[in-house]
């Protein structure tokens, strides 16, 4: 099945339901990717789709084949993208554990929502649970991405 | 917690008729087996010749930020230049054994900074003396004359200088190491690292995916496996049919398990499907089968209020018979709270290589407790823990949940089974359905009032199930019953003469845990709710009802105080109310909740918190800051909606749509103040949790005159407070 990965076009043996998620973490090896509840319910596995934040626990290899798909891996070429900086400059993460899907969700919303309000933060990131509680340091770095300090 | 274990009474009990005992020979100190060619003057510090210098973490890292805290404070001592310290995960070995925990290797109960603080200082005092040692013997002055700079010793006099790393190519680690006391350490005015909110060494791999949790090991060869467990606990196999299992493209094996049935294959989804396919009829008659929390809360309530009932007494002071007939003024009420689930992001996994030969392994876990899975795993293997290596990987959250060795023993068992390695990742299903979940809980409080307004007499009757009588029964024994997880916080700051404080066991057939803050949770919940009941009926302000409480406890004032001022406490805010709490659980925090209820719907929504906390002397004033941001949203959770059912024995829920946890949108703002003191330091990972169920209920009662004596205050809980 060939798709579009972090900028580089793969061939990977898959069924078609096959879920993108365990293909990405146990065919391909990147890691970055969680599973957290395998039913669309927290965000933890959250990739892009050609540039949309989706699902990867409930997003089947057929509707992958031909696509461009980027992980937490591919988000920028060496952990620079304006978003991960920022969760750096507000020590976002405690356990980390959600945070790749909440850093892809966060990308998504940055990039068609450049200037995000307070109430479209909320609603985007609204899908994505954190069980350490880093919500509110979340909504400060999104809004230090989109002022660009950082 | 504060446990106590003596060095040869380790028992790790596991559910399924099973209980592995154990010597645990706490005297034979190993050194690190990562060490290489730099000098270690001690098993934390390794100074290598480039000049980087490693240093193993005391704790496993689990979002609280030890990984980083505690090298700080062996860097500090060692007067290290920080930014080249390699920081390195403890392997399970005695020699990291937590002293908070009798030298067991346990990372939980808010405990690695109290009581690794002293030890690491000392540790890295040490490490410099022994650079120093030869470094003066080298250059032959005295030892006196010379100081140090971030990673370089100086001779003043002469103006020489070398670099730690230039010693480590010649210095040797004396046969006899340097004894350091606390006086040959730093006032706290020298710091340089500690107090300074250094960013955390592994946020970086976290930002790009890098970093590796438990779930993300890998060995080569390694297959995968899931494990089905009966719905009500302890039921044992009456039939089997695999044949549907073993159709499933991918599966490789089915394996019966002393306490289910295992399924290994190529890959998550292969050996999930595989669970999913089995046909199982289970024995009747487990313990567990009549186990409804519908019909425990209404039970174990009335245990509670029945005085004639004895408990096991916890505390004693004065007494509270005589002060209770002579108060000028009496109250009691009855609390009671539902069970919780951990809900770690991450779900419970291991990945296990049993040795051909089935006498060693090597395990990869996010585990809080890599010298038990020694322990456990030596058991299950009948070998001894020196032939179990742990390597602790990052944990996606632990709350206590990762203290266990239920997921540790699947994935070795399978091992063991099919002679590969076996990593087992439990689907978000298997890890609600069979968690260790926090105590279901009933408190009866009686206060009475003297005729001066003071609290003149007090009783706390706590019932609830055993977690510690399964975790360690011996230490369970020793301490008498006295289980100190499920009593945690029954204590109070507050001054009062006549004290009687119990505890009532009840043991259902369900596997009770550690929990994030535990017993302090529901203790907490029910004295400062109690508190303001008191301070109402009495008409006096709640916080300054607290404060005279607290008269002759400065630092406890100081929170209270702070947190009232941080929420401008006097200002009346239309629709909204504020309700306070205080809790001396590992720290004093004080936190101030603001609420609004919708009355149709009886919804609560809490939109801000301000919390005060003094830690002691803070090692990252950040870093705590997080961590009671997070226990409040955590507490905030438990308070609103978190809640395990079990009907005739079956867990209820199963997954997020139905275990719900809070989330950005109905998350509090909250906003923290840490007050470094110098003090010791205390924990923090768990102490903000506790003062935000009070404070929301008691923020309730102060806008709509309804009491919630439940956790989590549901909504239809709310509207029966309302109506009452
Ligand atoms: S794992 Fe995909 S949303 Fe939870
Ligand atoms: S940082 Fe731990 S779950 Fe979000």
């Known amino acids: 099945m060939v798709f579009i990965l972090n900028g580089r076009q793969m061939d990977v043996s898959a069924q078609p339901d096959e879920t993108l998620l365990w293909v990405l973490r146990e065919k391909l090896r990147l890691t970055g990717t969680k599973y957290g509840c395998g039913m669309a319910m927290c965000g933890s596995c959250t990739v892009h789709l050609d540039g949309q934040a989706v699902r990867s626990c409930v997003t089947r290899m057929q509707h992958v084949e031909g696509k461009r798909v980027t992980t937490i891996e591919g988000l920028s070429p060496d952990g620079t993208h304006p978003v991960q900086k920022a969760w750096l400059t507000e020590q976002v993460l405690q356990c980390g554990y959600c945070q790749s899907g909440q850093i892809m969700q966060a990308a998504a919303l940055l990039a068609k929502t450049p200037k995000p309000t307070r109430a479209q933060i909320v609603q985007a990131m609204n899908g994505n649970l954190c069980r350490c509680g880093t919500y509110g340091r979340i909504v400060r770095a999104i809004e230090r991405a989109a002022r660009g300090e950082v | ?724």
């Not at chain 2, 154990?22 to 100074?47: E, Y």
């Not at chain 2, 080298?138 to 990673?151: C, G, I, R, Y």
């Not at chain 2, 890890?431 to 260790?436: A, C, E, Y």
């Not at chain 2, 406890?553 to 702070?562: L, M, P, T």
Request: glycine letters at 8%.
């Open chain 2, 1 to 724: 917690m504060a446990i106590e274990i003596s060095r040869r009474e380790f028992v790790v009990g596991a559910t399924a008729g099973l209980t592995f005992a154990f010597a645990l020979d706490l005297g034979r100190v190993a050194r690190a087996a990562a060490q290489s060619a730099g000098l270690s003057p001690n098993v934390w510090v390794t100074i290598n010749p480039d000049d980087t210098i490693t240093i193993v973490s005391a704790a496993v890292e689990m979002g609280q930020g030890s990984m980083t805290g505690m090298p700080v404070v062996v860097a500090e001592e060692l007067d290290a230049d920080w930014s080249k310290v390699k920081v390195i995960p403890p392997p399970g070995n005695p020699a990291y054994g937590n002293p908070g925990f009798g030298g067991a290797q346990i990372t939980a109960g808010s405990r690695t900074t109290r009581s690794f603080f002293t030890p690491l200082r000392l540790a890295g005092a040490q490490a410099r003396r022994v650079l120093l040692d030869a470094v003066a013997a080298e250059w032959n002055v005295p030892v006196s004359e010379l100081s140090t700079e971030p990673s370089v010793i100086v001779h003043q006099r002469s103006g020489r200088r070398i670099s730690y790393g230039d010693v480590a190519k010649f210095a040797k680690v004396p046969a006899e190491l340097p004894k350091m006391t606390p006086a040959d350490l730093k006032k706290p005015a020298q710091f340089r690292l500690i107090g300074k909110s250094l960013p955390r060494v592994e946020l970086p791999d976290k930002v790009v995916g890098r970093a590796k949790f438990g779930i993300d090991a890998e060995v080569p060869d390694m297959i995968y496996g899931a494990v089905l467990r009966p719905p009500i606990p302890g039921s044992g196999i009456d039939a089997l049919d695999d044949s549907a299992a073993r159709a499933v493209p991918g599966v490789i094996d089915v394996i019966r398990l002393p306490w289910g049935v295992g399924v290994v294959g190529t890959g998550f989804e292969a050996v999930h499907k595989g669970k999913a396919a089995l046909k199982v009829t289970w024995k009747k008659g487990a313990r567990a089968e009549g186990y409804d929390t519908d019909q425990l809360i209404g039970e174990y309530a009335a245990i509670a209020a029945t005085l004639s009932k004895p408990g096991l007494e916890l505390h004693k002071e004065g007494d509270f018979a005589q002060a209770w007939a002579t108060a000028a003024r009496t109250f009691s009420a009855v609390y009671v709270s539902d069970h919780c689930y951990h809900a770690t992001m991450e779900p419970v996994n291991a990945l296990a290589r049993v040795s051909a030969d089935g006498t060693s392994c090597e395990l990869w876990a996010p585990t809080q407790s890599p010298g038990i899975n020694q322990l456990a795993v030596a058991g299950v293997l009948k070998t001894t823990p020196d032939k179990v290596t742990v390597n602790v990987m990052l944990l996606g959250g632990g709350f206590g949940r990762k203290v266990e060795q239920d997921f540790v023993l699947d994935a070795v068992l399978l091992s063991k089974a099919t002679s590969k390695p076996v990593k087992v990742v439990w689907s978000r299903e298997d890890d609600v359905r069979n968690d260790k979940m926090r105590p279901l809980a009933a408190q009866f409080l009686q206060a009475g009032i003297d005729a001066d307004g003071n609290l003149s007499a007090w009783r706390h009757r706590i019932v609830g199930a055993s977690a510690l009588a399964r975790l360690l029964p011996p230490v369970y024994e020793r301490l008498k019953g006295k289980d100190e997880i499920l009593i945690e916080g029954h204590e109070i700051a507050y001054s009062c003469r006549n004290q009687l404080h119990e505890y009532l066991r009840e043991d259902r057939g369900y596997d009770v845990g550690p929990w994030r803050a535990v017993g302090a949770g529901y203790n907490k919940f029910a004295i400062e709710s109690f508190i303001d009941e008191m301070a109402a009926a009495q008409r006096v302000d709640p916080v300054a009802f607290r404060l005279r409480l607290l008269a002759h406890d400065a630092r406890a004032r100081r929170v209270v105080e702070e947190a009232a001022r941080m929420a401008d406490w006097g200002r009346k805010r239309p629709g909204r109310a504020l309700g306070i709490a205080f809790s001396d659980a590992w720290s004093n925090v004080a936190s101030v909740a603001e609420v609004s209820v919708d009355r149709k719907s009886g919804r609560i929504y809490v939109h801000n918190v301000w919390a005060a906390v003094d830690p002691g002397i803070v090692i990252s004033p950040d870093n705590v800051a997080a961590q009671i941001e997070g226990a409040t949203i955590f507490g905030v959770s438990h308070a609103l909606q978190e809640r395990i059912t079990i009907s005739q024995g079956v867990v209820q829920q199963s997954n997020f749509h139905d275990y719900q946890i809070l989330r950005l949108a109905d998350a509090p703002d909250v906003r923290v103040k840490v007050i470094s003191t110098d003090n010791d330091p205390t924990g923090i990972g768990e102490a903000g949790l506790p003062p935000a169920a009070p404070a929301v209920a008691n923020a309730v009662a102060a806008l709509t005159g309804a009491r919630v004596r439940q956790l989590p205050m549901l909504p239809e809980r709310v509207l029966a407070a309302l109506r009452a």
